[in-house]
């Protein structure tokens, strides 16, 4: 695991990083959410050692990590680079051994890469006649070529099309299952819901919320329509387990609430009387947080 204690960074009278503090665990996607104001780079940075933290420490498996001990970490920033002349394969095997592991096994680790996210018939094309969508799948190969111990990526989900982002995340969740934290910084709210296990919520250099997933989205609320409102109210009320009823406007025909558990919901709601709809309501994170910052 990577933990963060109390991370800060200034640069005259601006605060871009304030006690920061997480843990971002072994086999788990971790994304850092929050506006481009919101101190992700220069997060993603410190971590990276690419700049010096003013406070606090970054330690992996309780070890302090000081200059150069970044090695074995996969590294892929917000600026992207590359070779346009150079060839996939070579560019992947090249950045690969910058790492410090053996020609063969970054050319294995290149060609299995390839083949996982479909560009086995790309590896001989220079990397210029590729799509936006191919080249930000070649990064991702890249950044995970060395087997890398952490693997930390800015803009995370940038120039990914639906198809690049269905296999790049399948490549991260699997390489994150082979104990290794892996770190998402961004700004698409609804890609770190989908495909993170925790999520920090990042503003203007503070943590505002952190946790896992399910834990930020909280327990769903329901929803009911019914020909009579103040009625279906009334009996919601009176129901043990049913608790935050609220009508809607008057010209929505429906009644929100909460239960202790989904079977408490819908006994309750058997019991009242013309009955158009009934679903359960979870606000997305973005709903949830992304108003408060």
Known sequence: MLTLKEVSLRKGKRTYLDEV??????????????????????????????????????????????????????????????????????????????HGITL????????TLLGHLELADRGYAPLKNLSGAEIARVDIAATLAADPDVVVIDDAFAGLDAASLRLVTSL???????????ILATDDWEAAQTFADDVIILNQGKVTASGSVEKLLGEPHYRVETADTEAAASALKSRKGISDVKTAGREDSAVSFSADDAKTAAAAVAELKNVKNFESVRPTLAEQYKEAL
Do not use: C, K, W
């Open 172 to 182: 991260l969740r699997a390489h994150a299952s082979s104990g290794v934290p892996v």
């Open 104 to 111: 063969g096994a970054a050319e294995r680790n290149a060609l």
């Open 21 to 98: 503090s997480f843990t971002a665990e072994a086999g788990r996607i971790t994304a850092i959410v929050g506006t481009r104001s919101a101190g992700r780079t220069e997060l993603v940075r410190i971590i990276m050692g690419l700049i010096a933290a003013d406070e606090g420490t970054i330690e992996l498996e309780d070890f302090e990590l000081d200059f150069g001990d970044r090695q074995n970490f996969g590294y892929l920033p917000a600026e992207r680079g590359g070779y346009p002349n150079m060839r996939v394969l070579d560019q992947i095997v090249y950045l690969a051994r910058l």
